[in-house]
């Protein structure tokens, strides 16, 4: 059931102001209306978190990774509400939400496994030495612990998976620390659904009812008073460079800074290398335009950027994406404002002296509806004008022409930090591509060889970040096992008698984890 309520530990909030949901696909609004959170809401959440951290953090590894099962668990339980109010919220299909959903569901039990190993904890003793030669040493152990308190951001894109349950949530509470979310304005219902399916896992488990809270609302005095709070320890975000960036300055100016993880913007360069270009170009276009289109091109991996060289292959290439993309229906956008942007940005390219249009998708009938664009300039033009690569979110992508080998290493030397580059690449390319793969390398988080970029993979091995301005911090990730990295932070113990340690490093190893021993790695 949707109340519109503010979640605040075990307690609901009801606040004098509220809005309501609008439905992208016909402008409507929905019904119920939501409580606007405020300050008092943010000052009783994050107390409620700052109570709650001591004894979460603690809290076993069996514990935890049943807690985050039994979200999981929620979450499906909630059954086909949960896609119907997503799909009204959102404009999505249901076959993307219930997969969505999926997502959500395994991103928390992977991080269960996560949990139950004990890895992430990083368990490192370094036994006395009380003989040694000249000096002794000293007893010394460390794990990982809990930063604090994390805010976490509802995305726009991605209502299930990045939001209220999603990865940051997920691994700020594998991690051991309480979430107190500022829930997406665009999507109140499916927050506040998915906030219960927690708030329960919470107290079916025993935990401070402090572990989590749910802060609907659609004013940045909720978000920038959330972060700028001191018991808030960190911040998971993924939205636009205005919006992170704002929430980075917000948290670098309190009395005591805060790292802010935002996720932000990414053109996820794609380079298309001779012989692949020649061999396959026909074949390769239309899969560019799906990849390009998909979701109305909404992912934060959408590929918005081409480089190849120069040529008749390139133009065959261009050619064929124009005619399939000039086929391709529009697509419904998540928000208004969202669709707005992308317009906005479409038009921008439009005017520009040094950008020809490809072309454009089909026009559509209904409101909030995404025509896809693809566009061409040369290497030369994309150098000289910065607003060439920068984000148009949304199914748009520009096309660079390049002289030599040399000019796309100059295009690539001189973008911003990317979440993905791709490779695509035939025999008789190698040489080409093992010059690029470096280069690429220190642009990005991820390379991929002969695929298309849409998409993550939820694993131990992903990395979905990149340097700035793809994420804030570019040692980090938000998908994955080692997004759980972000909300930990290491503390040696130095000669602690046993009953003072906490119970991972004793020397029983009550918890059964790997532990590295004197530099030696031993099994659990």
Known sequence: MINGNILVGAAEHVGEAT????????????????AESGKAEIDAACALAAAAYPSFSETDLTTRAAFLEAIADNIVAIGDDLIVRAMAESGLPRVRLEGERGRTVGQLKLFANVVRAGDFLDVTIDPAMPDRAP????????????????????ASNFPLAFSTGGGDTASALAAGCPVVVKGHPAHPGTGELVARAIQKAVA???????????????????????????????????????????????????????????EMSSINPVVLLPAALAARGAAMAPAFVQSLTMGAGQFCTNPGLVLALAGPELDAFVEEAGKVLAEAKPVQMLTPGIHASFEQGVAALEKHDAVTVVARGCVGDGVNQARGAIFRTD??????????????????????????????AQVIAGLEGQLTATIQHDAG?????????????????????????????VSHTMVHGGPFPATSDGRTTSVGALAIDRFLRPVCYQSLPEALLPPVLRDANPWGVARRMDGKMTPA
């Not at 004008?385 to 796309?408: M, N, P, T």
């Not at 690029?436 to 060889?449: Q, S």
């Open 19 to 34: 809005f309501r949901a609008v439905d992208p696909a016909t402008g409507a609004t929905l019904d119920p209306a939501f």
């Open 135 to 154: 000096l002794p040493r000293p007893d010394m152990r460390r794990r990982n612990i809990a930063l604090g308190p994390v805010a976490v951001f509802g």
């Open 204 to 262: 079916d488990c025993g935990l401070h009812e402090g572990v989590f809270s749910f802060l609907p609302g659609t004013t940045h005095e909720l978000g920038g008073g959330l972060v700028a709070d001191p018991r808030i320890a960190a911040v998971g975000f993924t939205g636009s460079r205005g919006g992170g960036l704002a929430l980075v300055k917000i948290a670098a100016e309190r009395a005591v800074p805060i790292p802010v993880y935002a």
């Open 379 to 408: 290497a030369a033009q994309f150098i000289a004008d910065a607003a060439l690569g920068h984000e148009v979110f949304g199914s748009s992508a520009i096309i660079v022409a390049c002289r030599d080998q040399d000019e796309i």
């Open 429 to 457: 390319d190698e040489a080409m591509a093992a010059m690029l793969v470096p280069l690429l390398a220190a642009k990005v988080g991820r390379v991929l060889a002969n695929g298309w970029p849409t998409g993550v993979e």
